[in-house]
C-alpha cells in the first residue's frame, strides 16, 4: 500500500469515526417518552400540583421538564401559534380550537388527570366563612352586595376569571370593584392584608402553596359555596369534590401536541398512571382514578418478644 493510498484510508477511517460519533451523540441526546428535556406551558392557578408532578417524574426517569406558568388565555395561543407543544389547563379544547389544529394537520392528545376547584378566600379576621354563589353572580352584573367589598381575581385572562364569567354570564372586565392582579399568590397576600376583599383563586394554591407562602395562607380562611339551585354551603373538601357537591368544580388536562412519541406521552402517561395519581391524591385534589391499595394478608402472626 503506497503512501498516497494509506493517507485516504487514514482519512476515511476518521470520517467514519466523526460520523459515528456524532450519531451517537445525536441518539444520547434524542427525546423518549422518558428521556430528553421537553417545555410545558402551566396554567398558573394549578402551578403547584404541576410543579409537585414534575419534580418526582425527574427524579425517575432521565428528563427536565421546564414549566412556564402563564395566564389561561396566553398557554392557549402559545398552543394555537405553535409555541407551546405540551400545555396544562382546566378545560379541554373547544371545537374551535381543534378546528384550528386539524387544519394544520396537528392532532392533540388530551388526558384529563384530576379535579380541582375553583375556591373563594376572605381574610381570616372575618366572621363570616360563607357565600352564596348568587350574590357573587349579582356583584359581577354591578348589584350591590353587602356582603362583598370586592372580588379579586389573579389574571383577567385567567381559568378563574373565565369560569366565573360564564357562570355569571357576563365577563368580569372592567366591572366596578373587580380587580386583577397577575397571580395567584399575589391574590392571597392581598386578601391577606385587606378586610372585606374576596379572593378567586385555584383550590391548589390553599391545598399545596409554596413553604414561602405558607404564612400567608394561614391568615384567610376558604369560604363555603352555596350553589345556585340550593340550600347547602359546601367546601372545597377533597371529598366534596368526589361526591360532585362542590358547585366550583372543574377537571384538570394536560394537552400533547408533539405529534411525536415525546416527553409529553410519558408525561401524560405519568400523570395518569398508578405514581401520578397518589401524588394528585396526597396533594387533596381528586385524581382521575383512584390509586389501588395493596393488602398483605398473612397466615402467621408473630408476637414481637419483649
Known sequence: MNKVTKTITGFLLLTLLFVFSCQQ???????TIIKGKATIYVDESILPIVEDEVAVFETQYDAKLHLVSKSENEVLNSMLTDTAKIAVIT??????????????????KITPFAT?????????????????????????????VPSIKGLVFDNANSSTA??????AGIAITNQKNIFSFKTNE?????????NGMIGVIGMNWIFQPPLDLQEVVDKVNVLGV??????????????NL????????????????????????????????ERGQRIILKSGLVPERVPTRKIMI??????DKK
Open 186 to 194: 399575589e391574590v392571597i397576600k392581598y386578601v391577606a392584608e385587606n
Open 298 to 303: 398473612r397466615n402467621n402472626v408473630s408476637k
Open 91 to 108: 378545560r379541554t379544547l373547544s371545537d374551535a380550537e381543534l378546528a384550528s389544529f386539524k387544519s394544520k394537520k396537528i392532532f392533540p
Open 162 to 167: 373565565r369560569y366565573i364569567s360564564e357562570v
Open 25 to 31: 451523540k445525536t441518539e444520547d441526546n434524542k427525546e
Open 226 to 239: 352555596k350553589g345556585k339551585d340550593s340550600n347547602e354551603y359546601v367546601f372545597p373538601t377533597q371529598d
Open 116 to 144: 380541582d376547584a375553583v375556591a373563594f378566600i376572605k381574610n381570616k379576621t372575618a366572621n363570616d366563612t360563607l357565600i352564596a354563589l348568587q350574590d357573587v353572580i349579582d356583584f359581577v352584573h354591578g348589584k350591590p
Open 242 to 273: 368526589a361526591l360532585g357537591k362542590y358547585p366550583l368544580a372543574r377537571h384538570l388536562y394536560i394537552i400533547n401536541c408533539q405529534g411525536y412519541s415525546g416527553l409529553g406521552m410519558g408525561f401524560a402517561s405519568f400523570l395518569g398512571g
